[in-house]
């Protein structure tokens, strides 16, 4: 098993400038955020169909919040040949130890098995229709660029949107926007977002959501516990004392969570009653 810091230990001990700093962001946030666990989409999700189409729509922010992390990894360690070291040994650690469990978690037999194809397999195991998320897969197989596949196939424009948006900031190289973009457009706000999506689903449809149901509870569980706290010491070893940095950030997530508010704005809009 990894070795893995508390929450209180990864953020405890940072310097009391850095947790200034990171209590800053979180209070600006904090209305961006209220407006996320206040959106009308989750008491909307009443049955197996309204939740079909959110995990036809989700699936696209579950894939891309891989590519924000893969980016990561490219900047903060080395992944070429020959092998150098590369960046701080602390960001190298806290980013390798969130793609361990992201890309290679355990499925309920203990298999390994990353978060996105685990989400894939909730999707049939519910029948939701996976076949956009296939395509749009094999087209980057092929080396059809990201924005090709969101022009030339049939995505949902705030989907298209919200994977767009991604892209720009990955495309940026600025790391701390990047991280930032992860740890408060993302890794911060998911375990309350699904706490709110959870509700008495798969009580109602027993066997229908086993593989949903263990998909959030592993994010409930490594996002809250672990990978929040990490993402945030990234983020404050990545902006150090640059005043600059840290109103970039803020700005970075703010966006992010708009965009994630105009996704969900999307998806209401295509649930079955409205």
């Not at 949107?161 to 740890?183: C, K, P």
């Amino acid at each position: 098993m990894p070795v893995t810091l508390e929450k209180s230990e990864s953020l405890s001990n940072l310097s009391p400038y850095y947790q200034e700093k990171i209590s800053w962001l979180q209070q600006a946030l904090r209305p961006h955020r209220e407006a996320l666990m206040q959106h009308p989409l989750y008491e909307s999700i009443y049955d197996l169909t309204d939740l079909r189409v959110f995990m036809e729509h989700h699936i696209f922010a579950v894939w891309d919040f891989m590519s924000l992390l893969k980016s990561l990894q490219r900047h903060l360690t080395c992944v070429d040949v020959p092998w150098t070291p590369h960046g701080s040994p602390a960001n190298r650690r806290l980013i390798n130890e969130i793609v361990l469990e992201e890309e290679t978690d355990i499925d309920p037999a203990g298999n390994p098995i990353s978060h996105f194809e685990l989400y894939v397999r909730a999707m049939e195991e519910c029948g939701a229709d996976v076949r956009l998320i296939h395509e749009f897969m094999a087209g980057l197989h092929q080396g059809k660029s990201v924005f090709a596949q969101l022009e030339n196939l049939p995505v949902p424009g705030h989907t298209h949107d919200f994977v767009a948006h991604t892209f720009q900031i990955i495309n940026s190289g600025q790391v701390h926007r990047i991280a930032a973009a992860f740890t408060f457009g993302r890794e911060d706000v998911i375990p309350d977002m699904f706490r709110c999506l959870v509700g008495d689903l798969n009580r109602r449809y027993p066997g229908t959501l086993d593989t949903f149901q263990y998909y959030m509870d592993r994010h409930i569980q490594l996002d809250d516990e672990v990978h929040s706290p990490l993402a945030m010491r990234m983020v404050a070893e990545l902006c150090g004392q640059d005043e600059h940095k840290w109103q970039e950030c803020l700005q970075e997530a703010v966006a992010c969570q708009k965009m994630r508010l105009h996704l969900w704005d999307g998806i209401l809009a295509n649930l079955p009653r409205y």
